[in-house]
């Protein structure tokens, strides 16, 4: 069986509508991840030990395990404790977790990076902890981790290819709806790597941007 | 928490961990591979080597790595490749390693002080022979740790290919977690194993990094 590249056009819409969904995920687990992590972060640091220890937990088992056996026990166990959830946000939720995590390590070394005096000169202006860390620790902190938080976006918009397998019917399940009906995975595949590689780039560049912007505003 | 079901499913998830250990070793000795001819061509002095280098890097790290085990698995016959699930599994996962690998040795190797190669031609070394003797054995030390982390997603990754069926931790995971309706149980079980891989062989790095270190 040879190459047929003619097929795409028919089934374009329906790709193009998958590769809608991709980017709304996307951007839906990106917000999740980065204020997940922001949270996660201070709990983290500042958070009484009973609090921290339970998170400490989560955060190691979701650093050592691959993020298709973790999108597996959301959206099953959603189920199985009787939240009846669609798969679009299941796997929001599950993405944005993932990179909830590994977001928050970034944000605890930037924290904790951040002048102890910016603390000390807030604290003695009378601003309470939760308002020192909430006005001057935490935007400081933000400004300093963004390029390494825009790679782990990066990662995230690859690795949404994986909620195709709990059923949210993205850029990768469209493609594999099409090749239900053609039985043409070489050219719809192709034509899904191309799609990705634009948004990519896209990403890519925009965040080249907020780098560029920020590093002026020093 | 139902203990008796997880002592009973148990040897079947030991039994795929072998299985995801035999992909992991495979894949990261093709993604070596992949990465020293990667590496290679980066650094070459040929541009369309440089060019197709730096392509090969783009368009795998561009792409997701279960779209290119798609291509290569159900898209491979098209166009005259048949391989079985597990074949595609370590050619497909270690083509995508070797693309973030081939950029770690070229972020180690730009990390050699510039005074280093050129003190190394002033006296009269040859390129390739300053890049032997020189370069790359300062290089080496800088690129086990970060390789390590490679290696480290690398086993995680091996996951994908549960979505071509090669009968992995993962997949067996997924297919205990559809017959038993029991998922926290099973991702424990399967969560713990490649903890434990991942751990073993963070020892291992660990251990190269302090060998390779002169101070």
């Known amino acids: 069986m040879g190459l047929d590249f003619s097929v795409i056009p028919k089934y374009l819409d329906i790709v193009l509508i998958g590769a809608l969904w991709t980017i709304a995920i996307t951007v839906g687990a990106a917000v999740v991840s980065f204020f997940g992590g922001i949270l996660l972060a201070v709990i983290a640091l500042y958070a009484p030990a009973v609090v921290r220890w339970p998170f400490r937990v989560?955060?190691?088992?979701?650093?050592?395990?691959?993020l298709l056996l973790q999108l597996f026990l959301i959206y099953f166990g959603l189920v199985q404790i009787g939240i009846d959830v669609p798969a679009f946000v299941a796997g929001v939720v599950g993405l944005g977790l993932h990179f909830a995590v590994y977001n928050s390590e970034l944000f605890q070394t930037s924290i904790l990076a951040v002048d102890k005096g910016q603390v000390e000169a807030a604290r003695t202006l009378g601003l309470s902890r939760m308002?020192?860390?909430?006005?001057?620790?935490?935007?400081q902190a933000i400004r300093?981790?963004?390029p390494p938080i825009g790679n782990n976006m990066i990662a995230l918009l690859k690795d949404s290819a994986l909620v195709s397998v709990i059923g949210v019917s993205e850029l990768t399940l469209?493609?594999?709806r099409a090749i239900g009906s053609t039985y043409r995975p070489f050219e719809f595949y192709v034509l899904v790597a191309v799609l990705y590689y634009i948004i990519n780039l896209v990403m890519e560049t925009v965040l080249r941007h907020v780098e560029r912007r920020i590093q002026v505003s020093r | 928490m139902d203990y008796?079901?997880?002592?009973?499913?148990?040897?079947y998830f030991l039994e795929a961990a072998w299985t995801t250990i035999l992909l992991s070793v495979l894949t990261a000795v093709l993604g070596l591979a992949c990465a020293i001819v990667g590496a290679s061509a980066r650094f070459s002095r040929f541009a369309v080597f440089r060019i197709l280098g730096a392509a090969y890097?783009?368009?795998?790290?561009?792409?997701?790595?279960?779209?290119?085990?798609f291509i290569l698995y159900f898209g491979g016959p098209q166009i005259g490749i048949q391989l079985d699930a597990f074949e595609a599994g370590v050619i497909g996962l270690g083509l995508n390693a070797g693309a973030y690998m081939t950029e770690t040795i070229r972020g180690a190797?730009?990390?050699?002080d510039k005074g280093q190669k050129e003190a190394a031609r002033t006296l009269g070394m040859s390129r390739w022979q300053a890049m032997r003797n020189v370069i790359l054995p300062q290089a080496m030390r800088l690129m086990i740790r970060p390789?390590?982390?490679n290696i480290n997603a690398l086993i995680k990754g091996t996951a994908l290919v549960a979505a071509i069926s090669v009968v992995e931790l993962t997949y067996t995971a997924q297919r205990y977690i559809g017959s038993t309706y029991k998922p926290f149980e099973m991702f424990l079980i399967a969560g713990v194993l490649y903890m434990i891989i991942i751990y073993v062989v963070g020892l291992g790095i660990a251990w190269a990094d302090r060998k390779a270190r002169i101070i």
């Open chain 1, 144 to 146: 300093d981790v963004i």
């Open chain 1, 131 to 139: 308002q020192a860390l909430r006005k001057v620790v935490v935007p």
């Open chain 2, 109 to 112: 190797i730009i990390a050699v």
């Open chain 2, 147 to 149: 390789l390590g982390v």
């Open chain 1, 174 to 176: 469209s493609a594999q």
């Open chain 2, 4 to 11: 008796e079901l997880m002592q009973r499913v148990f040897p």
């Open chain 2, 57 to 69: 890097v783009s368009v795998f790290r561009g792409t997701p790595a279960l779209i290119q085990l």
């Open chain 1, 58 to 66: 989560f955060s190691f088992l979701f650093m050592g395990t691959p």
